[in-house]
T-cell receptor
Framework: GENVEQHPSTLSVQEGDSAVIKCTYS??????FPWYKQELGKRPQLIID?????GEKKDQRIAVTLNKTAKHFSLHITETQPEDSAVYFC??????????????FGQGTTLQVKP | SAVISQKPSRDICQRGTSLTIQCQVD?????MFWYRQQPGQSLTLIAT?????????ESGFVIDKFPISRPNLTFSTLTVSNMSPEDSSIYLC????????????FGPGTRLTVT
């Protein structure tokens, strides 16, 4: 089955710097890759996603890139702010499979943005 | 956007007892899932809740321990049976909303502590 590896486990940056979180997946059939932000005590929130038919997607300060050949995808946050501090999870899915839509999550990255 | 509610939000239970968690959505749902998040860990899929039929369980999870019902499109229950301290976790339902493609949204979670 699918396996998702996420790095780094913790990341500390100065406010205004960029942050990059990387994930690799094992199942070449996976074709949907969402990213979630989870603040302490809150539910995971979908912040951006990408499908395998595109290589990059951007939403304001957040972007995701996908390299299907290498089976890895990355989250890029520019101009970080203290409110970006949270745990970020990547996930992979093959919605067209028999178990449509199930997400396999990476281990999570704790991002700390220092003022 | 859809409103996803879970009951109870938290509970403290004694070893050997069972707890049923409810998940209710106010929109048309295509897929429903149940995840577990142990303290400080990532999310692990327990099962896909299928409407009107038996749930599809992931490796390591069995129906006798985690019976799931989904009597209609917008409601599901997860029971944690014969609980032990190792079952202490946050249990989250997630849904795909009709018309929103592969996007998956989480409920607020149920924090379970087993003593």
């Amino acid at each position: 089955g699918e396996n998702v590896e996420q790095h780094p486990s913790t990341l500390s940056v100065q406010e205004g710097d960029s942050a990059v979180i990387k994930c690799t997946y094992s199942d070449s059939a996976s074709n949907y890759f969402p990213w979630y932000k989870q603040e302490l005590g809150k539910r995971p929130q979908l912040i951006i996603d990408i499908r395998s038919n595109v290589g990059e997607k951007k939403d304001q300060r957040i972007a995701v890139t996908l390299n299907k050949t290498a089976k890895h995808f990355s989250l890029h946050i520019t101009e970080t702010q203290p409110e970006d501090s949270a745990v970020y999870f990547c996930a992979a899915s093959n919605p067209g499979s028999s178990n449509t839509g199930k997400l396999i999550f990476g281990q999570g990255t704790t991002l700390q943005v220092k003022p | 956007s859809a409103v996803i509610s879970q009951k109870p939000s938290r509970d403290i239970c004694q070893r050997g007892t069972s707890l049923t968690i409810q998940c209710q959505v106010d929109s048309q749902v295509t897929m429903m899932f149940w995840y577990r998040q142990q303290p400080g860990q990532s999310l692990t899929l327990i099962a896909t809740a299928n409407q009107g039929s038996e749930a599809t369980y992931e490796s390591g999870f069995v129906i006798d321990k985690f019976p799931i019902s989904r009597p209609n499109l917008t409601f599901s229950t997860l029971t944690v049976s014969n609980m032990s301290p190792e079952d202490s976790s946050i249990y989250l339902c997630s849904v795909q909303i009709r018309g929103r493609g592969y996007e998956q949204y989480f409920g607020p979670g149920t924090r379970l502590t087993v003593t």
